[in-house]
């Protein structure tokens, strides 16, 4: 069967179970976009900007569980793509970028919206092609998108020339994937398993800390029963949370700089911490030589690179999370149940002691009743929505009161620039979210300033008839950056101060949303409630305490157990 | 842990960018890059052997190695540095030769099995191997005539056993 090399592109990306894609349309890619036309099974969301599509497909992603696709064009359109790859690779988000490029005949020429998108992205991504062999196309985008999503995922970038798309070969099956330099290591070392069972059965005062990797290799199931098999209390990153049930007792709430009291003291005294699928980022551990100074310390993850990088682990395990902790639990499974979940009275008083620490330091705020506290709008949308709810966050307090104050219970349903922390990502994200849950409520926790990044996305929301929910905490400040001047550089707030703003709920109505404001304390329930019981893509915008801080706060390099308190 | 000079040999794809891949690996992570020596393998031209030697402490050197083996068009990483190996590099050394130096250049080029392979009316261009210490010490000797330039190839080297390395 002859196919044009955009009939290929397009018949690869279904094969891979893509349903819809994110993108925006240029002179190298107009072959793709006029052969994208004649393909209504593959839906096309048209976004506003290029980044808008990549942060978008990387929300799909996470939402759906499978790989996120966008499609942008060459020069401009790549280079706009960038900030979306890099957010991706930091979040380790199984996507692949398709860039237009020139002719290959002009290639190195600076033709026309050329750019070196393949060198540019090259320390972002996974792994990237340019494509200038029509018959390695097939083989190329089935490479991709195996790249991608095994091992430790992340995103992948493939540049297409305009006269690749354009040329016609006879199209042959590429086959099964087999790249003799690439072999994730799925299954752990059975001794090294061993070895953590032992540790289990000594451990006096355990912690189990998840992160990013028990979401993607899909292991919440698993990571859950452990913990209730061994009655140890649970922590997360940024990145983890929702794989444990936050509204479950052994929940110690997130952990690092802006981490529970409990979960920080915790981890300073346990005598065990395994840990699953994190990377010890410098915002959990604080001051390295002080994190779990105690502990033996238990780290599974599929990328070795992460072992060792930052903290040393005593037991280290090479594998997939969710095969390994199958395989210990099962373990663990044969062992005397009395062994696993340790000494009754042991365990009680380090439950006890945990208890004690979140009794005389909640995560706490108080709301009187003149201006909004923003933990109090968070408190609320947690209560009035359900927890097949999916939020996406903007960057700043808003993220992190969001991580604090919304017990998520399910994985995949919080959907957040974690390594990157990119302003700009929440609102693409929710639609990217939608249109991979389109019976789901999803909902977008906003600072005012975050949401002026990637504002246009609204246009996509409503043209492309995925409605989404916008949660505005407005402070009128760029408020994370203005808490660090606060506390750390006497109050000097150099260029943090938001006042001047659009009018959001007058910038709702000009897309053809819904806009809604209060200032009242006891019309943020009402608003909440009308804005979410809302058809169509709503903005709720709520004005809030101005200088309110994000609390427990771990100053930079000091060790996490010395925290700021309210 | 102290920082010792690591000899790895990395067999990858020969393929563009493959190279630029791993520099920039180097330059991102600021690992050091001492010497480096690419080319087209003789028993499979799909495949390029890059020597390279870099320097760090036992926990950059892991890094470094693990870093490597993640890229997708890096095959194997050996270090060859705990094990037997051979080592050698090639230089090209332009020195003054004015008529009363030639025999004591010649002299010193005899004991080193080196050759001249280039001779102009007041310069010799000598070509020598070896190891970097035999290689230091040619220099050191030549330093007094007036070295003009030098080429050097970076150090390459191969296990001693006789299996092909993985
Ligand atoms: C693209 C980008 N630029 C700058 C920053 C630095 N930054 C981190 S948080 C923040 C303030 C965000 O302000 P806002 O969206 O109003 O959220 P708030 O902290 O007030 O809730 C800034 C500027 C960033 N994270 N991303
Ligand atoms: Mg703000």
């Known amino acids: 069967m002859k196919l044009k090399g955009a009939q290929i592109l397009i018949k690869m990306i279904k094969e891979e179970g893509v349903d819809t894609i994110f993108g925006y349309p240029g002179g190298a890619v107009i072959d793709i976009y006029d052969a994208l036309d004649k393909t209504p099974d593959l839906r096309h969301i048209l976004v506003r900007h290029e980044q808008g599509a990549v942060h978008a497909a990387d929300a799909y992603s996470r939402a759906k569980g499978t790989v996120g696709v966008a499609l942008v064009t060459s020069g401009p359109g790549a280079t706009n793509t960038v900030t979306g790859i890099a ?68 995103p992948v970038l493939v540049d297409l020339p305009k006269d690749v798309m354009g040329a016609m070969t006879e199209f042959e099956e590429p086959g099964d994937i087999d790249l003799r330099s690439y072999k994730p290591t799925y299954n752990p070392n059975m001794k090294q398993l061993s070895r953590v069972v032992e540790l289990i059965k000594e451990a006096k005062r355990p912690v189990i800390f998840s992160g990013g990797g028990v979401v993607l290799s899909k292991a919440s199931g698993e990571l859950v029963k452990l913990a209730k098999m061994m009655n140890s209390p ?15 007792p052994l929940w110690l709430g997130m952990l690092g700089m802006h981490g529970t009291y409990r979960a920080n003291m915790s981890i300073g005294n346990c005598d065990l911490l395994i840990a699953v699928g994190v990377r010890f980022d410098d915002r959990v551990t604080g001051r390295k030589d002080k994190f779990a100074s105690e502990a033996k310390i238990v780290q599974i993850d599929i990328d070795p690179t992460s072992i060792h990088k930052n903290v040393e682990a005593n037991c280290p395990i ?168 606060e506390l750390f550089y006497d109050k000097r707030y150099s260029y943090t101060n938001m006042e001047r703003a659009p009018d959001f709920v007058k910038l709702a109505e000009a897309y053809g949303a819904i806009g809604m404001r209060t200032d009242k304390v006891n019309e943020v329930e009402e608003v909440l409630k009308k804005g979410l019981a809302c058809e169509g893509t709503v903005i709720m915008e709520f004005i809030v305490e101005r200088e309110e801080c994000v609390y427990p706060m771990v100053p930079a390099g000091v060790a996490i157990t010395e925290m700021l308190l309210v | 842990m102290s920082n010792q000079k690591h000899i790895l040999s990395i067999l990858v794809d020969n393929e563009p960018g493959v190279l630029s891949r791993i520099a920039g690996l180097f330059s991102g992570r600021g690992y050091n890059i001492e010497s480096l020596s690419v080319a087209q393998t003789a028993e499979n031209s799909f495949l390029s052997r890059i020597t390279m030697v870099t320097v760090g402490d036992d926990h950059i050197i892991e890094q470094i190695t693990k870093q490597l083996h993640k890229l997708i068009n890096v095959i194997t990483v050996n270090d060859l540095t705990d094990k037997k190996y051979v080592q050698r590099e090639l230089m090209l050394i332009k020195v003054n030769a004015k008529p009363e130096q030639r025999a004591e250049i010649l002299r010193i080029v005899d004991i080193f099995r080196c050759r001249v392979v280039d001779v102009g009316p007041e310069h010799y261009t000598i070509e020598m191997s070896g190891d970097d210490g035999k290689i230091e010490a040619f220099i050191d000797l030549l330093r007094p005539m007036g070295i003009i330039e030098t080429a050097r190839t970076g150090l390459i080297a191969l296990p001693r056993d006789k299996k092909k390395s993985k």
């Not at chain 1, 649970?234 to 479950?248: I, N, Q």
């Not at chain 1, 104050?405 to 700009?424: E, R, W």
Request: with cysteine; net charge negative.
């Open chain 1, 318 to 485: 090479v594998g997939d999370c969710k095969n390994t902790l199958e395989l210990l639990n099962s373990m663990l499974e044969s062992e005397n149940p009395a062994d696993v979940c340790g000494n009754p009275e042991e365990r009680q008083a380090w439950l006890d002691q945990i208890a004690q620490w979140r009794a005389t330091s909640p995560q706490r705020y108080e709301q009187k009743d003149d201006v909004i506290k923003p933990q109090y709008v968070i408190d609320r949308l947690h209560k009035l929505t359900d927890k097949n709810t999916i939020i996406t966050t903007e960057v700043g307090q808003n993220q992190m009161w969001t991580a604090q104050y919304y017990l998520f219970d399910k994985p995949n349903h919080f959907i957040t620039s974690g390594g990157l922390g990119v302003m700009g990502f929440g609102l693409p994200a929710a639609i990217g979210a939608k249109a991979a849950c389109p019976d789901k409520l999803v909902v977008c926790v906003a600072g005012d300033g975050s949401i002026q990044m990637n504002s246009q996305e609204l246009m996509t929301a409503i043209e492309s008839n995925l409605p989404v929910k916008i949660v505005i905490l407005n402070n009128r400040y760029l408020g994370m950056v203005r808490q660090w001047q």
């Open chain 1, 234 to 248: 649970v922590t997360a990153s940024l990145m983890g949370l929702g794989t444990f049930p936050g509204s479950d």
């Open chain 1, 87 to 154: 957010s991706a690779y930091m979040d380790s988000i199984p996507i692949v970028v398709f860039t237009g490029q020139v002719p290959t005949a002009l290639i190195g020429n600076d033709a026309f919206q050329e750019v070196d998108i393949v060198g540019i992205t090259r320390p972002c991504t996974k792994h990237n092609y340019l494509v200038k062999d029509i018959t390695k196309l097939a083989r190329t985008i089935k490479e991709a998108f195996h790249i991608a999503r095994s091992g430790r995922p992340g």
